[in-house]
């Protein structure tokens, strides 16, 4: 049952993505970057992640004002996602709406592609 609310919710979150979730997806759909394939809103476990590529085990999380007085549950979610080996990288709205760039860099590095120009 828990995990019917989990795909309902992540499904509900597909269709109503804040404006940097739509600006990362921008991004990250169709193999748009390092030609790696990303999915949006992704079950893992007990979680919903924004984007997954599975093949690099990369997570990337825009991290909007719901997050704010989260950090501890954040670390945990974090910490469990890494030992499921998968490298968790979150970015603060302001920083893919005002460095962008910084952003793509992360996320290329943390799946050893090249930074291309």
């Not at 979150?90 to 910084?102: A, Y």
Request: aromatic share 6%; proline share 3%.
């Amino acid at each position: 049952m828990h995990e019917d609310w989990l795909h309902d919710r992540a499904k509900d979150m597909r269709r109503s993505p804040s404006v940097q979730e739509k600006r990362l997806w921008s991004i990250l759909r169709d193999r748009r970057l390092g030609d790696m394939k990303f999915r949006r809103q992704v079950v893992i476990g007990r979680y919903v992640a924004d984007f997954v590529c599975m093949r690099h085990r990369l997570i990337v999380e825009a991290d909007g004002p719901h997050h704010e007085g989260r950090i501890e549950h954040d670390a945990v979610r974090d910490a469990w996602l890494r030992s499921q080996n998968f490298t968790v990288l979150r970015f603060p709205n302001s920083q893919i709406e005002n460095r962008g760039h910084e952003v793509i860099a992360a996320i290329l590095a943390a799946a050893g592609k090249p930074l291309t120009g």
